[in-house]
């Protein structure tokens, strides 16, 4: 019983964690980009603004939302979710496309 209570307390204190890190997180892309944290929900298109107060308690984003927000700071998605910064390194958003891509997307409609 006691490894049970001791494992449950673990996986709410990584969940907690991983709020906050998404918080903090937020509020640093927010920063870096020049926008303001309340303003990132509208620019979006999604109805309240007030789902930033909601993370600012500790919620954290539905799986859509997450990738949306990737999108819109150009970031891998599991570094809003993990805040490694070795991920920003090693993976490229995938809005990003390379001069060498096109290249290959451009030989493959020439063949059809």
Known sequence: ???????KLRRLAQRR????????LYLKLCAERGDK???VPTKLGWPSNSI???WAKGST???DKIVELAEYFGVPVNYLKTGDETLLEKEKP???VTGESDAVIRS???RV
Do not use: G, H, N, W
Request: aromatic share 14%; hydrophobic share 45%; glycine share 0%.
């Open 1 to 7: 019983m006691f490894r049970s209570l001791l494992l």
């Open 37 to 39: 944290p309340y303003s």
């Open 108 to 110: 493959i409609m020439d």
């Open 61 to 63: 984003p539905r799986e």
């Open 17 to 24: 964690v991983s709020r906050i890190v998404f918080y903090d």
């Open 52 to 54: 930033v107060k909601q």
């Open 94 to 96: 995938a809005t990003e």
